[in-house]
């Protein structure tokens, strides 16, 4: 079956056992939204990095999809293609 | 715990906007330092917790990229852990999401176990397993007045919490709503602002919305509560019914830190501002005033302290700890910390430099001083 991959900043690694790419199997499109969820499920505290506990992705964590971001797409429910990568970055932000 | 001995020692926690140190002390003068815990995460609030035989440092995180969260550690910072499933989080159907955490309060010695957060938005929070896990005080959150509290410049939030000794009266206050008192333990709250103005509202003395920016428990008398307000030092003798002025005989009512003695009746301290509008020590001066009679008198302190300061304290940037005599400690907006063992008599600058100070915490812990690590 085709993979989707979830590219990690370094600094969101530890949380994810070390691993700088999560992947899971998926033999069609899924949201950006169930993708994480997938992708995140056994790391519960990556899961809040990314996301408040109302689901909402946090204001400076950006996702990428065919290298646009899902804001300017459609956000949590932008559609993943399996063999796609995607990449998690934090926006410039902070002083 | 009242008094050191030689199995006794110091431990002072500074939360800055990009991250925590920690220091250790026999004698509150030489401090060893570690950190920064968290780096590029600020650190608005911290609890230590020495009940139970153990120290417990407790501190509210909150990355501008990742959240908040809470974080724990038992080996004085060499490692902490944050509770897998997040020790503070709105349930389901209140469709809020935790912004910051500005507020851990250990409860009293003879409820081991309980401590109280307070957080933005406007909400209280109460543990009853040290900090790992903290429910939402629905009584408060569903408060009829919710919609119209405010935000002050930091955002709206819950930031202090007071329970006097028998667990049934809770005071919280938060910036803007005034004091909300609580005579069931927390279950139902009512708002407790009369004589507190709000110089800045159509009406100023509302019954509530007054910004008031801290609150502390007078130690040995029941009842009674300092506040520093925006503009105005309140004091209430009997659990926040009527509060009068204490203002007089300080150089500024502004301000944001109230503190008061862990043990002796009528002992608090403040840290004047000039005005809302000159956010700086009078004069560019800085000096606590400790008040010993409930605030009928202040005494200016300033040994020590530098000759010419800018900066602002914020309100839960000063702490004390339960030595005797007891010692007072604040931190600047410009990164620099004073300690003093003796009550705020005399000052020594104990960190400099460091990024904006948000929270000082200071206690006194069992056992030698420890070399903390650098985790985190």
């Known amino acids: 079956m085709a993979e989707i991959s979830v590219v990690l900043p370094s600094v969101l690694q530890p949380l994810a056992g070390g691993q700088s790419v999560l992947t899971t199997p998926a033999d069609g499109a899924v949201t950006v939204g169930r993708l994480l969820d997938s992708v995140t499920g056994t790391y519960p505290v990556l899961a809040r990095r990314l996301r408040d506990e109302t689901g909402a992705l946090r204001r400076y964590v950006n996702i990428y999809v065919n290298g646009e971001e899902v804001r300017r797409l459609r956000g949590l429910e932008t559609e993943v293609s399996a063999g796609q990568e995607v990449l998690i970055i934090q926006s410039v932000a902070g002083g | ?376």
């Open chain 2, 1 to 376: 715990m009242g008094f050191m001995n030689a199995s006794e020692s110091f431990v002072l926690a500074i939360g800055t906007k990009k991250g925590l140190w920690l220091a250790t002390s026999q004698d509150r003068k030489q401090w060893s330092f570690s950190g920064p815990h968290f780096l590029m995460s600020e650190v608005p609030s911290i609890g230590i917790d020495t009940r139970d035989g153990r120290t417990r440092i407790m501190v509210g995180v909150r990355s501008e990229h990742w959240g908040p969260y809470v974080a724990h550690s038992d080996d004085l910072g060499a490692s902490w852990t944050e509770p897998e499933q997040g020790a503070i989080k709105f349930p389901e159907g209140t469709d809020a999401a935790v912004e910051r955490i500005w507020q851990i309060y250990p409860d009293a010695e003879s409820r081991p176990g309980v401590v109280w957060a307070g957080a933005e938005p406007i909400s209280v929070w109460k543990s009853t397993d040290g900090g790992e896990h903290f429910e939402l005080n629905r009584g408060l959150w569903d408060h009829p007045h919710r919609s119209e509290w405010g935000a002050g410049y930091g955002g709206a939030a819950a930031h202090s919490i007071v329970v006097n000794p028998s667990g049934d009266k809770v005071h919280v206050a938060m910036s803007t709503g005034g004091v909300y008192r609580s005579l069931d333990g927390g279950t139902s709250w009512e708002p407790r602002n009369k004589g507190i103005s709000a110089y800045f509202m159509p009406d100023p003395n509302p019954e509530f919305g007054q910004c008031v920016h801290k609150i502390a428990a007078d130690a040995a008398v029941e009842g009674r509560l300092y506040a520093q307000n925006h503009h105005g030092v309140y004091r209430t003798d009997d659990n926040a019914e009527n509060w009068e002025s204490i203002a007089e005989g300080l150089p500024a009512d502004f301000g944001f830190v109230m503190l008061t003695h862990p043990r002796r009746a009528g002992t608090a301290w403040v840290v004047p501002l000039k005005a809302d509008g000159e956010r700086i020590p009078p004069d560019g001066k800085l000096a606590v005033h400790r008040t010993d009679d409930a605030g009928s008198t202040w005494k200016r302190l300033d040994s020590g302290l530098p000759q010419s300061e800018f900066n602002a304290v914020l309100r839960d940037a000063a702490s004390v700890d339960s030595a005797e005599p007891a010692g007072v400690y604040f931190g600047t907006r410009g990164g620099a910390v004073y300690a003093s063992a003796d009550e705020g008599e005399t000052f020594a600058e104990v960190a400099s430099h460091l990024p904006d100070v948000l929270c000082v915490r200071a206690a006194v812990v069992a056992g030698a001083p420890v070399a903390a690590g650098t985790g985190a």
